[in-house]
């Protein structure tokens, strides 16, 4: 790849050796990055709460101030999607692991080889470019949107928050797909507030586990007399979101013969309370969202066709939080503050080795999940910063049949068919993201990259 074609960094070299330092210096110049070159720990620490860096190359030993893992805890502190290199004579393994695991990208050891270093910041530079360019695209969005409720910016969930924009402004119903927890009310609601009803009300119903007649009250209301109890007139969803947004969750719970009432009010806007025959007019959007296969459920008679295409007018599918990893560490820290201003605690961040759990556990509960589990940790604390002691032991340590059932297939398997199937895995996992693996794996990129030709895994 020629200078001109690469992404161009913003980098501070740490390096005690002068000589040595030039040397990076004119290598990486020639690539086009812009480097800011200092001579100890201290000021490479200084430099980073002054300025702002997309990656940072620092000599792990740098005389008698801090140290390359210093001014990596200073990236982290300062500048958390920086992108950390070390450079180290010592090649021992428990150096370099831990700092993997405090976050840095990659390690090189010397004697240095330029070209090594140019292919190690050329990929670290296209990850910082991409992040930038999402970055900037996300906040977009939240200052033109309002979209900052919905936390994350990875390229799956920017296209539905595109998609969102899209069809907020058109009065057409949405069905909004995804399984329970991933956020489908968050998503309605930003829907509503984008359209042009955004000054009426958003109304909200959870269909599940409602029996017919009650579901029938609830979204029609009724009059006085209509049966015992009823001791006066209630305007049901349908009449309060009048003008505004109806959100129907988990629409597919819906019993069959409320589906044929529904699809009626949709074709007509009119709904007739329980005990009364005059309709009444509604002007009402209508919003749906379902973690079941509606398409399987019309082929089991279970959900009506003419319904189905009445309300899935366009559709929304959110991922599970399984497969958009890249949201889950700003969930985190998200989570963390709401939960310091709920509870009046003063959590001040994750360790990477809690940050790298939490990021490798399936999370079935999706976001909901998650958000549940770092409020608990918040709470239950004994440090500043939330750790793998804090971590629930169902994460943790998962139940024992899963771990037999996750182990036991590598038993009297060789240490090599053992790291194999570990990263295949791993790599399924995180639907190919080498980034999200190698943090997984407590690994550098380049080391995974070399792993993974090695084993021939290419995809």
């Known amino acids: 790849m020629e200078a001109s074609e690469q992404a161009a960094a913003d980098i501070l070299i740490v390096e005690d050796e002068v000589a040595h330092a030039e040397a990076i210096e004119e290598g990486l110049s020639r690539l086009g990055h812009r480097c800011t070159v200092v001579h100890d720990g201290a000021a490479g620490i200084a430099r980073l709460g002054a300025q702002a860096f997309d990656i940072v190359v620092t000599d792990l030993m740098l005389g008698s101030g801090p140290d390359g893992l210093a001014v990596l805890a200073a990236a982290r502190e300062h500048a958390p999607a920086a992108k950390v290199i070390l450079v180290t004579a010592h090649s021992s393994v428990q150096t370099c692991r831990q700092a993997l695991q405090e976050g840095a990208f990659d390690y090189i050891e010397k004697p240095l080889d ?36 919905i936390i994350g910016a990875s390229p799956s969930m920017l296209k539905i928050l595109d998609t969102v924009r899209r069809v907020a402004a058109s009065d057409i119903p949405v069905l909004i797909l995804g399984e329970s927890g991933t956020g489908k009310e968050l998503l309605a609601g930003a829907i509503h507030a984008n359209s042009r009803r955004a000054d009426k009300r958003f109304v909200a119903i959870n269909c ?4 017919e007649t009650l579901l029938e009250d609830e979204l029609f209301g ?33 019993p069959l013969p409320m589906q044929a009432k529904l ?44 319904l189905y295409f009445r309300i899935k007018g366009a559709t929304i599918e959110i991922p599970p939080l399984r497969n958009r990893r890249d949201d889950i560490p700003p969930l985190i820290e998200h989570f963390i503050a ?21 990021m490798a556990y399936p999370w079935p509960g999706n976001v909901r ?32 049949d899963l771990q037999d059932k996750q182990f036991g297939q590598l038993a009297g398997i060789s240490l090599e068919d053992a790291e194999k199937e570990l990263i295949r895995n791993t790599l399924k996992m995180t639907a190919g ?27």
Do not use: C, W
């Open 433 to 459: 993201n080498r980034e999200q693996a190698a943090g997984i794996l407590g690994i550098g990129e380049r080391t995974l990259y070399r792993k993974i030709k090695e084993y021939g895994l290419q995809e």
């Open 114 to 149: 330029l070209d090594e270093l140019r292919a190690v910041v050329s990929r670290a530079a296209e990850h910082t470019a991409q992040r930038r360019m999402i970055r900037e695209l996300k906040q977009q969005l939240d200052e033109k949107y309002g979209f900052e409720n």
């Open 208 to 211: 599940a586990g409602l029996s």
């Open 222 to 254: 009724h009059v006085k007399g209509a049966y015992t109890g009823a001791i006066g007139e209630r305007a049901g969803r349908f009449e309060h979101a009048d003008g505004g947004t109806l959100f129907l969750d988990e629409v597919g719970d819906m």
């Open 338 to 358: 709401r939960a310091n201003q709920t509870h009046r605690t003063k959590i001040k961040g994750i360790t990477p080795d809690a940050r790298r759990v939490l």
């Open 263 to 306: 699809l009626r009010v949709l074709e007509n806007g009119e709904v007739v309370r329980v005990g009364s025959n005059e309709p009444v007019r509604v002007n009402v959007r209508v919003l749906s969202a379902t973690n079941s296969d509606l398409a399987e459920r019309v082929r089991a008679k279970e959900f009506r066709e003419d």
């Open 369 to 400: 999940q998650l958000r549940n589990t770092i409020e608990n940790m918040v709470v239950l604390a004994s440090g500043d910063r939330l750790s793998v002691d804090d971590l629930p032991a169902e994460i943790h340590h998962p139940p024992h």
